[in-house]
């Protein structure tokens, strides 16, 4: 029995014989090629062809990524890459990784060493990555990781070079403070709200904070933390929001509290003394006076003790461990 190959790639044909065996042929161009196979017999009978479509690619080496969109993210270890040899080499292969945009910050590698392809093996560990940033032309166009042979003869024998791309898309700023629902500020006080928002690090910086105070006045503010200082002229409920924006233009969903203005009572001072009378003694520490402040203040508080009337034969005496009492800050 003879069987007839042809290989599709404009050589001559191989004739084979017997009903079982192999065939070995090399392929000089790259493409789909398709291969016909017919037999015949000894006394002229003739199979039907049978045709298998072959892809013929070069040596190559290739990279993926485990997932091809992501999110900007503080958090490291957030994807990896490995890198595939089309067929074993005898030699280890080194292989660097190189990105495009070269000088972009959006992807960041664990380690930027060379990888290793052990001799004989395919493929390479895996490459972790985090993605410290995300901006409009990283979720429009990617980052592209392209492997670079580094060693010869390797790098000549591997002529073909398959990239990555991953895309790497902005996250929304997300404001966490303030979280309390209902505030009150006292009328013509000068007020420091405080805020924080969380977003990942190369936006925190030139973060854009909007307040809306709710009575027709607003203010804006840079950063990821601080504070903002406001004097309601007007008495009642303020409805108060705001909203921040990241240099790539991701907005945060609104935070919004109601403030009460109101008008404070005056600050006082309050002295409060033993529950019962107190008899007279020689003894020391005979009872005790309580000091009281109205409210908190921003600074430490010096307040003197004065006893009246005087202290003389007929009114008595009222010795204090100390005439001056220290509220700290």
């Known amino acids: 029995m003879e069987v007839t190959w042809q290989f599709g790639d404009g050589t001559a044909n191989v004739v084979v014989t017997g009903a079982t065996g192999t065939v070995t042929h090399t392929f000089h ?3 789909q090629k398709v291969v016909r196979v017919i037999a015949r017999d000894k006394d002229g009978g003739v199979s039907d062809e049978v045709q298998v479509t072959v892809f013929v690619d070069e040596p190559h080496i290739r990279v993926t990524s485990s997932e091809l969109v992501y999110s900007e993210t503080p958090d490291g270890g957030t994807g990896y890459f490995c890198v595939y040899l089309s067929e074993p080499y005898p030699e280890d292969v080194w292989v660097q990784l190189e990105t495009d945009p070269f000088s972009q910050n959006n992807l960041i590698f664990a380690s930027t060493n060379a990888v290793r392809i052990v001799a004989g093996s395919t493929n390479s560990a895996a490459c972790w990555f985090s993605l410290k940033d995300g901006t409009r032309d990283s ?3 990617g980052i592209t990781v392209t492997p670079v042979i580094t060693n010869a003869p390797a790098s000549s024998y591997y002529t073909g070079v398959r990239s990555a791309t991953v895309f790497v898309s902005n996250s929304q700023p ?13 009328f013509l006080t000068p007020h420091t709200f405080n805020y924080v928002v969380d977003d990942v690090s190369a936006d925190q910086a030139t973060i854009i904070v909007r307040w809306n105070f709710g009575d027709g006045t607003t203010a804006v503010v840079t950063g990821a933390m601080g504070t903002v200082t406001h004097t309601y002229a007007t008495l009642g409920d303020k409805t108060v929001w705001l909203e921040a924006e990241d240099k790539d233009g991701s907005v945060s969903s609104r935070v919004q509290f109601i403030v009460t ?6 600050a006082t001072v309050a002295v409060v003394g033993p529950a019962s009378d107190v008899l007279e003694t020689s003894s020391s520490q005979t009872g005790s006076l309580s000091v009281y402040l109205s409210e908190p203040f921003t600074n430490a508080v010096t307040v003197a003790l004065d006893v009246a009337p005087a202290t003389n034969e007929i009114n008595g005496a009222l010795l204090l461990s100390t005439n001056r009492i220290i509220f700290a800050h």
Do not use: D, K, Y
Not at 176 to 181: F, I, W, Y
Not at 261 to 266: A, L, S
């Open 139 to 141: 979720e429009l166009f």
């Open 174 to 186: 997300r404001v966490t403070s303030p979280s309390e629902q209902r505030l009150q500020v006292p």
């Open 261 to 266: 203005v109101f008008v404070p009572r005056p």
């Open 29 to 31: 161009s790259v493409g």
